[in-house]
Every structure is written in C-alpha cells, then in structure tokens.
C-alpha cells in the first residue's frame, strides 16, 4: 500500500542535543510538509517543500531546519531541542496541480521528548 | 491572520445519533475543505473533501460547505463509540498550504 513513513516513532534526546526525525513516502507526491503538534492545538506548519523549492513558515524558529534530498525522503532537523520542543511531528504529502485539491496525507508521526 | 474556527467541545452524542460538527473560516479565497479525524495520540486522518457549495455524502459522513457564509460543517449519522475522537477541520490557504482548526472533541457513548 502507498503510504507515508516516520522513523522513529517515539523519540527521546536531551536538552540541546540535536535530534533528527525522518519521513519517506511512496505516493510519489511533490509536496511534502513537516508540522508540528502539541496537546489540544493544531497542527502547525514548519515548512514545506513543493518539488526542491523550500518554503519555510515565517514564524518557524531557526532552530528546526529541513532536508529533502529526493522525492521520497524528507528529514527534520531540530538542532538544540529545547523543552519547548516536545511535540507530535506529522510529515504530510500532497500532490498539486492538474485536478488535485491540496489534499495532505499524514505520517503516523514522530513523538518527542526533551529531556 | 487566516483562521478556522471550532467549538472544542466535547460534544457528546450517544451511540446512533447524528453528530453535527462545525467550522467557520476566515479567507474568502479558500476553495477546498477537509475534515480530519484525529484519534488521541495518533495521527490526522482524512475523512472527508469538499469543493463545491452544497452537500457531498460518503457512508455515514456528510461534509456541507456554504462559500457565502464560510461554514463548513460535518454530519456523522449512526454515531458509534469508535467515532469518538477529535476532528479537525482544514481550508485552503493558499501556497500548497492549509489552516487547521484546533478541533472539535467528538464522545459517542453507548
């Protein structure tokens, strides 16, 4: 089945220790989004790449940076977690263009803990 | 600020009784509408896409958009306990992206 994959599930780091979360897909969709969510709020949107075009949200800290080095693969990078930090982070994809509504398919996430 | 807007709830409705969610957004130029369904710890799940004012059926659900009034809503008949969960609403906001609501806290009790 076409999916959209997170490794790992459950992640633990330290206070400032840097932290990498990864996310692949088999959908073969061009865009792909990183979000953030903690307890009882939305989804909020890091950034996001359409094809290699990276697009970073305005209030997105420089602390979280991203790579996306091919189509399937995506990756999070968090470089000194603070507390602040622990959240659920969802990889989402989606195909734009022809008819396509920006319909968003989501990883299972990753789940962090700052230490 | 583009926004959508949600009750929290909880709403609570008991088992086989239609619920009734709600969303309220805020950019006129958002033309598609989705409602995700979010198990606690677990991920957003799509349930239902919407793009034309009216009614649009699948199952038990049933998403309703009025552009004029920018209401989204969504109906789920025969609610069951395995329906409890949080369901957020999403618009378009332009740039491959989309708004999230916060979510509307959904019990079915038997």
């Known amino acids: 089945d076409a999916m959209v994959i997170q490794n790992p599930r459950y992640q633990v780091t330290q206070f400032g220790k840097p932290v990498t979360l990864s996310c692949s897909q088999t959908?073969?969709?061009?865009?792909m989004y990183w979000y953030q969510q903690k307890s009882s709020q939305a989804p909020k949107l890091l950034f996001h790449y359409y094809d290699k075009d990276f697009n970073n949200e305005a209030d997105t800290p420089d602390n979280f940076q991203s790579r996306r080095p091919n189509t399937s693969f995506c990756f999070l990078d968090i470089r000194s977690p603070g507390l602040g930090d622990a959240a659920m982070y969802l990889c989402a994809t989606s195909s734009i263009g022809g008819d396509s509504y920006n319909e968003q398919f989501f990883g299972p996430g990753t789940r962090l803990t700052v230490l | 600020q583009k926004e959508v807007e949600q009750n929290s709830g909880p709403l609570s409705v008991p088992e086989g009784a239609i619920a009734s969610l709600n969303c309220t957004y805020s950019d006129r130029g958002s033309q598609s509408f989705f409602w995700y369904r979010q198990y606690s710890g677990k991920s957003p799940e799509l349930i239902m896409s919407i793009y034309s004012n009216g009614d649009k059926e699948d199952g038990r659900f049933t998403a309703q958009l009025n552009k004029a009034s920018q209401y989204v809503s969504l109906l789920i008949r025969d609610s069951q306990p395995s329906d409890s969960a949080t369901y957020l609403c999403?618009?378009?906001?332009?740039?491959?992206?989309?708004?999230f609501g916060a979510g509307t806290r959904l019990a079915v009790h038997p």
């Open positions: 959908l073969n969709h061009n865009v």
């Open positions: 999403a618009a378009s906001g332009g740039y491959n992206k989309l708004i």
